[in-house]
């Protein structure tokens, strides 16, 4: 039977300032407080002003480090720096999660058909000429990755319309919750769109997706925002159905597939 540590009171009240101080630094950050780039105080500064010991504080930086909001560099000009937020690194804890849980691409692909949607009727609300100035060169660059046969430039091009339409939607908790999933659904487009660009009929699918992104742009211009939406969410759900009935549907998705290879046993002390 494996026996539970036991820590000692003072270790347990230095890991009690460390999240303490932790914590303190994190609404800085997030309130705006401390901005990206700015320099935190010395070691010695930073535990005169806490009153606590190195190991504490060294501990209270790691947590930060951890969470990707400071940058910690060694040396005679090292030190602890503020990063900017980066919403990737919960993205790619969330990725991993529903790699673990088995999760499928179809799956990922319901989720999506029902976040991303609302963009579309969000942008046809409120039409902007920039908005779709990028939305139509989005298609003009999957046409030309169609024509030129690039499989690589194809599955970006289908993934940027998306990322477009998200973004400039207007909503930061429907972005967020999409980017969430964006590298997900762009991994996956790509590795689907890439190992199933040859085979027959998937060129129609393509190009059926390149006309759909031409009538969404016309419906959002024309202010159409219902008809925006629920013509969005039936193509999604369409070519679900047909990109995955060309691949498999219940596989699991793969989040780490362009990772660093593994390394084996014998190369790890």
Same mark, same amino acid.
């Given at each position: 039977?494996?026996?539970?540590?036991?820590?000692?009171?003072?270790?347990?009240?230095?890991?009690?300032?460390?999240?303490?101080?932790?914590?303190?630094?994190?609404?800085?950050?997030?309130?705006?407080?401390?901005?990206?780039?700015?320099? /935190?105080?010395?070691?010695?500064?930073?535990?005169?002003?806490?009153?606590?010991?190195?190991? +504490?504080?060294?501990?209270?930086?790691?947590?930060?480090?951890?969470?990707? /909001?400071? !940058?910690?560099?060694?040396?005679?000009?090292?030190?602890?720096?503020?990063?900017?937020?980066?919403?990737?690194?919960?993205?790619?804890?969330?990725?991993?999660? /529903?790699?673990?849980?088995?999760? +499928? /691409?179809?799956?990922?692909?319901?989720?999506?058909?029902?976040?991303?949607?609302? =963009?579309?009727?969000?942008?046809?609300? =409120?039409?902007?000429?920039?908005?779709?100035?990028?939305?139509?060169?989005?298609?003009?660059?999957?046409?030309?990755?169609?024509?030129?046969?690039?499989?690589?430039?194809?599955?970006?091009?289908?993934?940027?319309?998306? !990322?477009?339409?998200?973004?400039?939607?207007?909503?930061?908790?429907?972005?967020?919750?999409?980017?969430?999933?964006?590298?997900?659904?762009?991994?996956?487009?790509?590795?689907?769109?890439?190992?199933?660009?040859?085979?027959?009929?998937?060129?129609?699918?393509?190009?059926?997706?390149?006309?759909?992104?031409?009538?969404?742009?016309?419906?959002?211009?024309?202010?159409?925002? !219902?008809?925006?939406?629920?013509?969005?969410?039936?193509?999604?759900?369409?070519?679900?159905?047909?990109?995955?009935?060309?691949?498999?549907?219940?596989?699991?998705?793969?989040?780490?597939?362009?990772?660093?290879?593994?390394?084996?046993?014998?190369?790890?002390?």
């Amino acid at each position: 039977m494996v026996q539970s540590e036991q820590k000692s009171p003072s270790e347990g009240r230095g890991q009690k300032a460390a999240s303490r101080i932790a914590t303190y630094f994190r609404r800085a950050i997030v309130t705006g407080n401390l901005r990206p780039g700015d320099r /935190l105080l010395s070691e010695r500064e930073l535990g005169e002003q806490f009153s606590v010991s190195r190991p +504490t504080l060294r501990e209270a930086m790691r947590l930060l480090e951890t969470e990707s /909001l400071i !940058e910690i560099s060694r040396g005679q000009h090292g030190g602890a720096k503020v990063k900017s937020l980066d919403v990737s690194v919960t993205a790619r804890q969330v990725g991993m999660f /529903l790699q673990h849980e088995g999760t +499928t /691409l179809a799956d990922v692909y319901q989720a999506r058909a029902f976040l991303e949607p609302p =963009a579309a009727g969000l942008l046809a609300a =409120a039409p902007q000429r920039q908005v779709m100035d990028q939305l139509r060169q989005n298609v003009v660059e999957a046409k030309r990755a169609l024509e030129q046969d690039d499989a690589n430039a194809l599955a970006e091009a289908l993934s940027d319309f998306s !990322e477009i339409l998200i973004d400039k939607a207007g909503n930061n908790t429907l972005s967020l919750m999409c980017r969430l999933l964006r590298d997900i659904v762009r991994r996956q487009q790509k590795h689907l769109t890439v190992s199933t660009y040859s085979r027959k009929g998937v060129e129609k699918m393509h190009w059926l997706n390149i006309r759909a992104r031409e009538k969404v742009i016309e419906l959002i211009e024309s202010g159409k925002s !219902e008809e925006a939406e629920r013509f969005w969410r039936l193509h999604l759900v369409e070519s679900a159905k047909v990109s995955l009935s060309a691949y498999h549907a219940n596989m699991p998705i793969n989040v780490l597939e362009d990772a660093e290879p593994e390394l084996s046993p014998t190369t790890v002390r």
